[in-house]
């Protein structure tokens, strides 16, 4: 266990959990095509991996790799400082963020502003905010599982480029797409995750907040639960 990770389990705020593996997708194609296809994939995620914020910028908008492209307007990389502390992590753009260009900018991008304005946040000041598929999925569904794997390898990018301390997952998607594990919102708030050694929070998506009002009240306190643990690694110097 490291320094930082006991510390924060003397302070309440650990264990960091980490979910087993979904088994990768390659496993269940037929055996000629998945090493073909892996060997692809790997070679497209180490060029991703190794891009700085130009080009990672010029390759999400010019990204052809799953068919969200086929109706999008623009992608959305993401917005925000790219220096940040905290990472909010939603699921893809809508309307008016395809729109725009600019990640929650509709009914939901207001309510996350408050959601960051009540534990003292500004978008932007050590706030980046970027979603788990960078192009719209129509008609606003849930992207599908191919869509967010597709899209993986730039926000594992953004992560590594940024190196948050701490990362918010804003809904299923995104918790799943980071934590590559099934994920129940309800059964993981409240818990600290980790991502590649960064502490990881999940909490509810701004939209569904907007359709269940009633839930509202847990998530103030999964932001308090993200605001104690920045604390906390704040006075760890992590
Ligand atoms: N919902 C999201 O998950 N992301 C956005 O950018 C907008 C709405």
């Given at each position: 266990m490291s320094r930082r990770e006991s510390i924060l389990r003397e302070m309440g705020?650990?264990?960091l959990w980490r979910l087993r593996d979904k088994p990768a997708a390659e496993a269940e194609m037929p055996a000629e095509t998945a090493p073909a296809a892996a060997s692809a994939g790997d070679e497209r995620t180490l060029r991703i991996a190794a891009m700085g914020w130009d080009e990672l910028k010029d390759a999400v908008a010019g990204c052809r790799d799953c068919r969200l492209c086929e109706r999008r307007k623009q992608a959305v990389l993401g917005v925000g400082d790219v220096d940040a502390d905290w990472l909010f992590v939603g699921e893809g753009p809508g309307a008016e963020e395809d729109e725009k260009?600019?990640?929650?900018?509709g009914q939901a991008g207001k309510l996350l502003d408050a959601m960051l304005a009540a534990i003292g946040l500004q978008r932007g000041r050590k706030v980046y905010i970027g979603n788990a598929v960078k192009c719209r999925p129509p008609g606003n569904r849930t992207p599908e599982a191919e869509e967010t794997a597709a899209c993986f390898p730039y926000l594992q990018r953004q992560i590594a480029l940024i190196r948050p301390k701490l990362i918010v997952a804003l809904g299923k998607p995104a918790a799943e797409t980071l934590l590559n594990a099934e994920v129940k919102v309800g059964a993981a708030r409240g818990r600290l995750f980790d991502y590649r050694g960064i502490p990881l929070i999940v909490t509810y998506h701004p939209a569904y907040l907007l359709r269940n009002l009633t839930d509202k009240a847990k998530a103030w306190e999964d932001l308090c639960f993200a605001r104690r643990t920045m604390k906390g690694l704040d006075d760890v110097g992590g």
């Open positions: 705020l650990a264990p260009g600019e990640p929650f900018v």
